[in-house]
């Protein structure tokens, strides 16, 4: 395992567009990280980072939790939102004040005016993890923004297009970085390659996202 001084990197506070109404804030949570990440550690006191099974009877390799009204699930059943975790029978924790927050001004901040997010789905990536190539549409309500905020080692996230062999683009995330895609670009198909080994200063081998959603 090589440990390269990229680890250290953060994004000056910049915005990149990468479609009509999509965008990446780069360092827009950098100043909030810290606390996020002390939430975290209290939701999954709660309700544990747990590998879901899919439909198709894979294992996925990003370990997953939620926070808020409704949580994101998958089984050998389907993929659905719930507002009671699977696991301990009880709903989700609460979605912190900071998480609500700072997704509603990132949406604003991208154009999308009065984000309410209900649904906060907290990945875990660890090197190797990966998610494929998919679309986000388990959700009643496709015209509220998605809110995406990595923090922790690198990743390369990938931006497709509407249909799934439309041309990608691969967009490196950092810690603090936030991805805001809706409107004519809310159905995207995106994911992330595999996992790079690195080290971040606080979260050692791992990479979190924290993915907004009105559900
Ligand atoms: C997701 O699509 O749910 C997560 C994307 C990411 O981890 O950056
Ligand atoms: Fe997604």
């Known amino acids: 395992m090589s440990t390269i001084d990229l680890f250290e990197s953060e994004s000056a506070p910049t915005r990149e567009k990468i479609g009509e109404e999509a965008i990446v804030l780069r360092g827009f949570a950098s100043a909030a990280a810290n606390d ?21 009877g894979f294992t996925m390799s990003v370990g997953l939790t939620n926070c808020g ?61 990966k998610l494929s190539l998919h679309q986000d549409k388990d959700e009643p309500d496709f015209n509220a923004p998605i809110v995406s905020v990595s923090l922790g080692i690198p990743a390369m996230f990938q931006f497709g297009g509407l249909d799934r062999s439309d041309k990608k683009i691969n967009i490196p ?19 992330v390659l595999p996992i790079k080994s690195n080290v971040h200063s606080i979260l050692g081998e791992q990479r979190i996202n924290i993915t907004f959603r009105r559900a």
């Not at 996020?36 to 198709?56: N, Q, V, Y």
């Not at 975790?85 to 604003?108: G, V």
């Not at 805001?180 to 995207?188: I, K, N, S």
Request: net charge positive; proline share 9%; aromatic share 12%.
């Open 36 to 56: 996020l990440l002390a939430k975290i550690k209290e939701i999954e006191t709660i309700s544990p980072f747990r590998h879901m099974t899919t439909p198709g």
């Open 173 to 191: 995330l950092v810690h603090g970085d936030v991805v805001v895609w809706g409107g004519v670009d809310r159905m995207r198909f995106h994911g």
């Open 69 to 129: 009204q409704l949580g994101w699930t998958s089984d050998r059943r389907g993929y659905r939102y719930s507002p009671i975790d699977p696991i301990t029978n009880k709903p989700w924790p609460q979605m912190p004040e900071e998480f609500f927050r700072l997704a509603r001004s990132a949406a604003h901040e991208a154009g999308f005016n009065d984000f309410n997010p209900t649904a906060c789905l907290i990945n875990r990536y660890t090197p190797g993890a």
